[in-house]
């Protein structure tokens, strides 16, 4: 890889790591003003238009095989509809505090529910990150205080975003039957 791609690469990877963490903020803020539901319309309809404007730019089938239709529907009902949905109506009532730690616990609900209905085997340092995972995260949430443990509890919100991440996860483990057979870009 050359250095202009080198370059090009870290700046997106940067941008796109800047743009998903304040989106929870920005969302906060919007869910004063507009319901979830319309945020999330107007969000997919830009994030859309995109996508399939770069589609016809590359040269990319618009309509996707009929065998991936059904799934494409579930990813969007789950990925789409029901994720952002219940995150964004979790901060209309949580915090993007608790919004952020939840959805960190992401990649460790995937990996669980990949052994679940995928099948994926994993190896005892995954399951020891998991369980890392999830204590850092009571950890950081506790202030490292076995009363705060003890007298823990979840407003609906929080409840919300968790709920969000099984949606989200449920989106990507379909997603990557869905990918065997359309791009990335088409998907």
Aim: charged share 10%; with cysteine.
């Amino acid at each position: 890889m050359d250095e202009a791609t080198k370059r090009k690469t870290y700046f997106l990877l940067a941008a796109t790591t800047i743009i998903w963490g304040i989106q929870p903020l920005c969302i906060k803020w919007l869910v004063t003003t507009w319901s979830p539901v319309t945020i999330t319309a107007m969000r997919y309809y830009l994030i859309g238009t995109t996508l399939l404007a770069l589609s016809v730019y590359r040269g990319e089938r618009l309509l996707p095989p009929r065998s991936c239709l059904l799934g494409l529907f579930f990813m969007g009902v789950t990925g789409i509809g029901l994720n952002n949905v219940m995150q964004f109506t979790g901060l209309a009532i949580s915090t993007v505090t608790n919004c952020t730690l939840i959805a960190a616990a992401s990649p460790a609900i995937t990996a669980f529910m990949a052994v679940i209905f995928v099948r994926e085997r994993l190896s005892l340092l995954a399951w020891g990150g998991i369980v890392l995972s999830f204590l850092g995260a009571l950890l950081v949430i506790s202030h490292g205080s076995l009363n705060v443990i003890q007298t823990m509890s979840f407003n609906a919100g929080d409840i919300l975003f968790l709920l969000a991440q099984v949606a989200w996860t449920t989106y990507s483990l379909i997603a990557l039957k869905i990918m065997r057979r359309m791009s990335a870009l088409q998907t």
